[in-house]
């Protein structure tokens, strides 16, 4: 089991304060955030209900350029050049135009901390009223407020959506002890109707799981019988929701970034990279405003634009997710071998790529005023 560190007893004093920006949630969004705002001369609090780092929330798998320009390359584990991807009637194996990368959670986000400037507490967050956000430890009230929280979009306004009914998928993984050299993926139905199954090497684990578009459908036995038919043991479970569909990236006040506002992509479920690349946006918006340049409406407005530009590549990428399962296994069979030109494989995944680009890593302050180019 591992240790929880988060503060208990009497540790866990009361929280009532006040702060410029808040930013709730403390994995790949908010520490985006957080990073933004070192030099913004404000007092950042960022809180979550784990210390940082110590709740792993996904598979860890990022295109290798995201961490290098992020300087996060001390938390990398693997890296692929190829993506295997079995069907019950063929394998490919495509060789990518850029590389992927597994990574060690809890060193990601320590390094990504360290980047930031802010106060860290960990509280969990209840919900809000107005400029005033309600957690077990006591009210806080900030100026600018940022929904980090993943998929439950706790500080939006009105009710919120619930899982089955939500646009949401599901996954769950094991992390066994193990070692692999190739980055797969299976399109398979007798392991789930509408998703796929995968298997990351993450230098001395592997990361197994299964994904399913359909959130009724149940993934801890599919998971169990892919880890069980490549000999691997069933342990260390972590899994969620995964939003499927993009939401107003601005609401009521509130920035929401990464998985609150349906930022991870609907075809592959790759949240990571879109978590950072919008949380550096709505960050260097805040900077802004902080800075005096920009008025806070305005700065909003801006950052729920530039997620809305990027509304054609979710959808398209949606409408592939719902396509696919309906494609007999062996029209999906040829389909996939018919994809292995070097010519097309560079195009699809360049594509795919600049959907949130590394680039905009170093793109500077106004960064998010950038176009992206969509398929
Ligand atoms: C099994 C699985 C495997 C995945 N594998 C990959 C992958 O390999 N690559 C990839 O790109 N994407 C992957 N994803 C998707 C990816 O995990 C998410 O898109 C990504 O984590 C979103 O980042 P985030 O910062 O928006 O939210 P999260 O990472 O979900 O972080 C939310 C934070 O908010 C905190 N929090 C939540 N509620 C509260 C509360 N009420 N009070 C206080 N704190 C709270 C949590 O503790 C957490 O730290 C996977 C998802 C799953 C389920």
Known sequence: MPTRATKRGADRTRLDCDCDVLV????????????????????????????????????CGIPTAWLEELDLLGSLRQTF????????????????????????????????ADQGAFTFETAKVNGRTGRAVHTDRGDIRAEHIVDALGWRRVLGAGENIQPPDAQLSRGLEVHPNGSGSDME?????????????WSFPAGDELRIGVGSFDPRFHVRD???????????????????????????????????????????????????RTALYFGLAAGRELREVLGGRWGAADALERYAAFSACHAAAFRWMLRCQ??????????LAGSLRGMQSRR??????????????????????????????VP
């Open 322 to 331: 719902r396509l696919i399962p309906r494609v007999t296994p062996r029209l």
């Open 222 to 272: 599919p998971t169990e019988r892919l880890a069980g038919d490549l000999d691997a043991s069933a342990v260390r479970y972590q899994g969620n929701w995964i939003p499927h569909a993009l939401r107003d990236a601005a609401e009521d006040g509130v920035y929401f970034v990464g998985d609150s506002a349906g930022h991870c992509l609907p075809l592959t479920a790759e949240g990571i």
């Open 344 to 373: 097309f494989l560079d195009w699809a995944f360049g594509h795919y790529l600049e959907i949130a680009h590394p680039r905009f890593v170093a793109a500077g302050p106004r960064a998010a005023r950038v176009q992206v180019a």
């Open 185 to 197: 993926i299976w399109i398979d139905r007798s392991y789930v109707p509408a998703g796929y199954g």
């Open 24 to 59: 709730c949630g403390a994995s790949f969004a908010g520490l985006a955030v957080a990073r933004e705002l070192r030099e913004a001369g404000a007092e950042v609090l960022l809180i979550d209900r784990y210390e940082i780092g110590e709740r792993q929330t996904s598979a």
């Open 81 to 112: 050049g190829e993506l295997v991807i079995h069907t019950p009637y063929t394998t490919v194996d495509y060789r990518l135009p850029w590389t992927f990368s597994t990574f060690d959670y809890r060193a990601l986000c320590g390094l990504l």
